[in-house]
């Protein structure tokens, strides 16, 4: 009995983090033209100090040189209300899985999540063809 108790205790221990530390909003969509078959799935969650973190993954992403031979990247931004848009990062993208990658940590409850394919990854503003644009909100924290 009192090692049941004490595997219990453990138990215990190690899940009650795991099931109140963090609320999470998920979106599904599918990219535009001319990333028409894209499809992205994107988490946002909020731990308990409000803390926030962001988890998009893409499948059936066309590689960037195969719709223009100019462009070497997909790249994430975030814009809020009122704000321009500033990078969140570059899609980790397989050429071989034709999937992207992307973690990254916002602030803001609400944005637009815009997703471009552009030619230079240095770029500070989205300057490329925009195949995503999505409006999300975070949980509540």
Known sequence: MKRRSRSLLILTMFALPLLGGCKKQKYE???KSPAHAG???????VDKTG??????????????????????SYVVWAQ????DPHKLGILEYSEKKRTGTLDA???DDRMKIIV???????????VGTRVLEQEVTAPKG
């Not at 809020?80 to 704000?83: H, Q, Y």
């Not at 471009?116 to 989205?126: A, G, Q, R, W, Y």
Request: aromatic share 8%.
């Open 80 to 83: 809020s209300d009122g704000k």
């Open 29 to 31: 969509f599918d990219t």
């Open 105 to 107: 940590t916002f602030s």
């Open 116 to 126: 471009t394919l552009e030619k230079d990854t240095s770029v500070n503003m989205p």
């Open 39 to 45: 499809q992205a799935e994107l988490v946002l969650a």
């Open 51 to 72: 803390n926030g973190t962001i988890k998009l993954e893409f499948t059936h992403l066309a590689p960037p040189e195969r719709i223009d031979s100019s462009f070497r």
